[in-house]
């Protein structure tokens, strides 16, 4: 994954060729039976353009002329800093009872004999509960009051599929027929046609959440990651040949090609917004003040290249990122849910002290999530399985710091399943990060956003 040139075989120059024949034709179906836009893609136009080590992917941009995407992208970065809001998906269901387990509540152990932790850093906000010791990262943030902890947060009446379940958190409402993301939405009503990066998945795909219906966003692995390369090119005949290509758009072109010259050009004007961040032998262009967890997963490195690209005032947004690890932990979950939680957390604490060193604190906010938590009682095979209400977190100098909903406790907190009932509603979360941080309505953005209650998330 997060070397993508080996996943799809081709090199950077066959991608080029790939991307022309591709625009406006659309992205792949999703797999049947999934609700867009959760699946591999999205159904309606787009305009892709690839790179080698990573995919640059510019959706919605079938309108958007180059001259407009240059002079939109420069006044946007020389303008006031604007709030970014970036979210972190915990892919699987992620176990709240384990991420904060109630080792104060009586029924713990006795639902999970083998899985039950003891220890901990204690949750300052309710003493049954304790901090998992591999997310000491965001437990230390917490201790700061840098963190908005909701403990059970879901939905009524949830559902169990990861494809369904999931779907509902990307779109913001419980229903499989919106084909647009929240994000999405929020920035098809206050973005520009101009701007792709005012949407930034930050992954070898596009993030549903972020799917819009009308403005440009884009899909990048790092912005050090993003080049062209050609077989045995490189120096200076490299910089000669990339110089030619993106000087394909301004030459006068037949119909047919047409195509080419335009993503060329695309291709070329986003290759040199990133080149600051280019690197050599494998090192990115950029430095951070602070260290990120050495590992072979691209999240540190794509928070650590996000955390260079704000430095540099490129406009962004909503951003949204996948958290390393695996959630869905049916069986051994001690040693999964460990290695990925102890990852994530570490690289989230080093994020916002970069964010801290560089002056940037002020102006993003973290959305930490997951579809679904986990059932309340072990399973046979040292695992649990699909639950109800899950754990999220809020990650900022401006995060109000304190709990949103409750723990319900595991005598009268589990629902006929044995799922833990939610306590602080998801859309009632989008609707106040809309509001509170993001300055838009949350009417037009979240359905029914009326009935949801908006907790303070904010200092």
Partial sequence: MSDCRHCTGLSRSRLLHRAAAEAGRGLPAIEPG???????????????????????????????????????????????????????????????????????????????????LSGGTAFAEDDRLHWHPAAGGIATLY??????????????????????????????????????????????????????????????????ALATASVPIASIDGPDQYDFWSNNVWGEVEGRMLAAIGGLSAQPAEPGLQAAGYVSGQVDRLRNQLLPFQGQDGKPGYTSPVAYPKSNDA???????????????????????????????????????????????DSLLAFQRDLEARGLADHVLVHVWSEFGRRAQENGSNGTDHGAAGVGFLIGTHAKGTMVGEFPGLKDGLDQDGNVKATA???????????????????????????????????
Avoid: C
């Fill in 34 to 116: 999934m609700p867009l836009p959760a699946g591999t893609g999205l159904s309606r136009q787009s305009f892709l353009v690839h790179g080698a080590g990573a995919l640059l992917a510019v959706y919605g941009a079938s309108k958007l002329g180059l001259r407009a995407l240059e002079e939109g992208i420069a006044a946007a970065a020389t303008g006031p800093a604007q709030p970014v809001l970036v979210s972190v998906f915990l892919e699987g269901g992620a176990d709240a009872l384990s991420v904060l387990s109630p080792q104060g509540d009586p029924l713990y152990r006795k639902l999970r004999p083998k899985l039950a």
């Fill in 143 to 208: 201790g700061e009051q840098k963190v908005t902890v909701m403990p059970a947060i879901g939905y009524t009446n949830a559902d169990q599929s990861h494809f369904t379940s999931r779907h509902y958190w990307e779109v913001g409402a419980t229903s499989t027929s919106l084909q647009t993301g929240w994000l999405g939405r929020y920035l098809d009503r206050t973005g520009t046609q101009d701007n792709p990066l005012q949407g930034l998945s930050l992954d070898d795909t596009l993030a549903p």
């Fill in 299 to 345: 999240f540190p490195r794509r928070l650590a290249g996000l955390a260079a690209m704000l430095a540099g005032g490129l406009p962004l947004r909503a951003v949204a990122l996948t958290a390393p690890g695996h959630y869905d932990t049916h069986s051994d979950e001690p040693a999964a849910l460990a290695q990925g939680l102890q990852l994530t957390a």
């Fill in 425 to 459: 509603d998801f859309r009632g979360v989008y609707a106040a990060l809309l509001e509170q941080w993001l300055g838009a309505d949350a009417g037009p953005i979240i359905p029914g956003a009326s009935s949801f209650a908006r907790p303070a998330l904010l200092k």
